[in-house]
């Protein structure tokens, strides 16, 4: 069956400029996830949202960074006033339910510059 | 708080030899454990995931780990390294009410010749 997918793969944007990233889960999937893959950091958990329950925000690096998930379906990563450290590889995950294996989508590139 | 040890940013194996990717964690509770292979430019692919059903949990392509929680560890292994096995691998975990899964910072696998 299809997997995750996000749109779109790469982005290029200026300073100062929102951009809006899209996850679409597995069909089914309760749980949905958004990290950040950076070279400095690493991976690191953003965000996560459990069927239509109000996300646990606390992982944000910023009040830049927002993220909503429609119908317990398609999410979408918001940054606003994107700054040369967002420069980073956004990936997004679903889960048939909480502590089951995480399903990772192909990632967006975002470039800052 | 979680966190994840992984021994060695870089391994190098000749093909047909051991490989062994080293893991330790740090949990309050009885973590789930995963390992994840990353292609380049590609998104986490789960290899295996330990989730207190048997210590020794085997995965695809030829992967397996074992859980020891007297030593904190889960580390990586193939008996025989193959050149398509070069790529980076991630160990995590997950519990404690974390809602994210909490990544190691990376093992980068090479193959020789």
């Known amino acids: 069956g299809a997997g995750v997918s996000q749109s779109p793969s790469n982005k290029v944007t200026e300073k100062g400029k929102d951009v809006e990233l899209r996850c679409d889960p597995i069909?089914?999937?309760?749980?949905l996830y958004w990290y950040r893959q950076s070279l400095g950091q690493g991976l690191e958990f953003l965000i996560y949202f459990q069927g239509n329950s109000a996300p646990d925000k606390s992982g944000l690096p910023s009040d830049r960074f927002s993220a909503e998930r429609t119908g317990g379906s398609v999410s979408t990563l918001t940054i606003q006033r994107t700054q040369q450290e967002d420069s980073a590889v956004y990936l997004c995950?679903?889960?048939?339910?909480?502590?089951?294996?995480?399903?990772f989508g192909p990632g967006t590139r975002l470039t800052v510059t | 708080a979680q966190s994840v040890t992984q021994l060695g940013s870089h391994v190098s194996v000749s093909e047909g030899a051991l490989v062994l990717l080293r893991c330790n964690y740090s949990s309050s509770v009885p973590p789930y454990l995963f390992w994840y292979v990353q292609y380049p430019n590609q998104g986490l692919q789960l290899l295996l995931k330990y989730t207190s059903a048997a210590t020794l949990v085997k995965g695809i392509n030829g992967f397996e780990a074992e859980f020891k929680k007297s030593e904190t560890s889960f580390h990586l292994t193939k008996p025989s390294a193959h050149m398509s096995d070069a790529a980076e691998y991630f160990c995590?975990?997950?519990?404690?009410?974390?809602?994210?899964?909490?990544f190691g910072k990376g093992t980068h696998l090479i193959i020789q010749p």
């Open positions: 995950a679903s889960s048939s339910a909480p502590e089951r294996e995480q399903y």
């Open positions: 995590a975990v997950m519990g404690g009410g974390a809602d994210g899964l909490t």
């Open positions: 069909s089914g999937h309760t749980a």
